[in-house]
């Protein structure tokens, strides 16, 4: 597991507000407990992994001390009860058979209970930048009220055209106002680093992309591996330095390793003799053998003996 010191994360600044959407709800009524098979999960759930070991240490923390902090959960009707935020306590209380939770109750359409939960998944203390990356462009459909690919595209679109010196139509123009202002209330990047630091990590492969999910790798190696573009190759590195806890200077050079190996064994008898002769026709033309008039007179014999050979 990749333990690492992270700088503290700003608090979001009410991006529910800086959403420019209708989302303020009821305040929540007073403290109460229910009976945790009354509590359903979410069908859309921002968060998608989590570390069996804090879980553990979660588990026994409950155990000792209880439920320090309420479930946020909005009313199903028939007593029944979905979860906004809190999983991480429901699956201790679930592990250790709790009867009952404690909960606070808020009147939250499909909308509103999505971005609550992504909001408070973004002020979690160990999320990965997977997480994190997936968490924002959620916010920023929510926003924008488009498909993630639109978004995705939005940021591209805004680089091309500040580097082509090109003009923005109001319309895109407005959306990415939008896009700024949800930045501005994460309060952890720019429009362009965020294109150039987190976009990236949507075209890593799926089993990269699962490992730095688990944070079991560190952005900078995950990058450094998804270059391997053999399947099983990068499956064997990718265990290697999730066991060993590689370097990444380590991962580099055995990548370049696995580079000459593949190009060694990809080599044919026509690519090495073509090489063979680019090589040799570079010397020849920087070399002083032409001066001599033996060697001069065996060069060509041999070149007309190839001709002839080629020539069959």
Do not use: C
């Amino acid at each position: 597991m990749v333990t690492r010191k992270r700088a503290p994360k700003p608090e979001l600044r009410n991006v529910a507000a800086i959403l420019n959407r209708e989302t303020a709800a009821p305040a929540p009524v007073a403290s109460q407990s229910v009976a945790v098979d009354k509590i359903q999960l979410p069908k859309s759930q921002p968060r998608r992994y989590f570390d069996p070991e804090k879980l553990d240490q979660l588990v026994q923390s409950v155990k000792e001390h209880g439920i320090l902090e309420p479930l946020l959960v909005r009313p199903l009707g028939d007593g029944d009860y979905e979860l906004v935020a809190g999983e991480r306590r429901l699956r201790a209380s679930r592990e250790l058979g709790l009867a009952e939770v404690p909960i606070v109750v808020r009147e939250l359409d499909d909308r509103q209970a999505l971005q609550v939960a992504l909001m408070e998944n973004l002020q979690r203390e160990d999320l990965n930048p997977v997480e994190e990356t997936e968490a924002i462009l959620e916010l920023l459909t929510l926003a924008l009220d488009a498909p993630r690919e639109d978004v995705v595209s939005l940021f591209y679109q805004a680089h091309h055209a500040k580097h082509r010196g090109q003009e923005l139509g109001q319309n895109v123009l407005s959306q990415l106002e939008m896009v700024q202002n949800v930045m501005a209330g994460v309060g952890r990047f720019t429009i362009d680093s965020f294109r150039s630091s987190r976009l990236p990590l949507l075209n890593l492969p799926e089993d990269v992309l699962h490992a730095l999910r688990q944070g079991k790798l560190e952005y900078t190696k995950a990058q450094a591996i998804a270059r391997v573009k053999d399947d099983k190759q990068r499956t064997d590195l990718l265990k290697q330095v999730v066991t060993k806890n590689l370097p990444l200077s380590e991962i580099k050079t055995r990548i370049q390793a696995l580079k000459s190996a593949t190009e060694a064994a990809e080599e044919t008898p026509e690519k090495v003799a073509a090489k063979r002769w680019s090589e040799i026709g570079k010397r020849l033309q920087k070399s002083q053998i032409w001066s001599d008039r033996k060697k001069r007179d065996r060069i060509t014999k041999l070149l007309d003996e190839l001709d002839k050979l080629t020539a069959e």
